[in-house]
Nanobody, 122 residues
Framework: QVQLVESGGGLVQAGGSLRLSCAAS????????MGWFRQAPGKERDFVAA????????YFADSVKGRFTISRGNAKNTVYLQMNILKPEDTAVYYC???????????????WGQGTQVTVSS
């Protein structure tokens, strides 16, 4: 079992930055690929970024490439999402997830956090 807790969301102006953190419980954190997804009101949950268990591979949605980075600290059981040049369309609840395979499908991820709200004002 893995429990995930996101933090770092908030209100920011367009063009600003935020860093989301996801703290994981359990001693097997290093075995899991980690992903970030987001869901805006009335929309489906969309893939944002993912990182392999070792941290050696990363994968981003086209909409955030060049603006967002993902990293992990296995010693701290934490994964981060650095979000730069934020746009109003980035407004959503952001979720982190843990799974056995790296990819963009939510079906690959077995464990989910409760989400953190990110609001970008224009």
């Amino acid at each position: 079992q893995v429990q995930l807790v996101e933090s770092g969301g908030g209100l920011v102006q367009a063009g600003g930055s935020l860093r989301l953190s996801c703290a994981a419980s359990g001693r097997t954190f290093g075995n899991y690929a980690m992903g970030w997804f987001r869901q805006a009101p009335g929309k489906e949950r969309d893939f944002v970024a993912a990182i392999s268990s070792s941290g050696g591979s990363t994968y981003f949605a086209d909409s955030v490439k060049g603006r967002f980075t993902i990293s992990r600290g296995n010693a701290k059981n934490t994964v981060y999402l650095q979000m730069n040049i934020l746009k109003p369309e980035d407004t959503a609840v952001y979720y982190c997830a843990a799974g056995s395979s790296l990819g963009s499908s939510h079906r690959l991820y077995d464990y989910w956090g409760q989400g953190t709200q990110v609001t970008v004002s224009s």
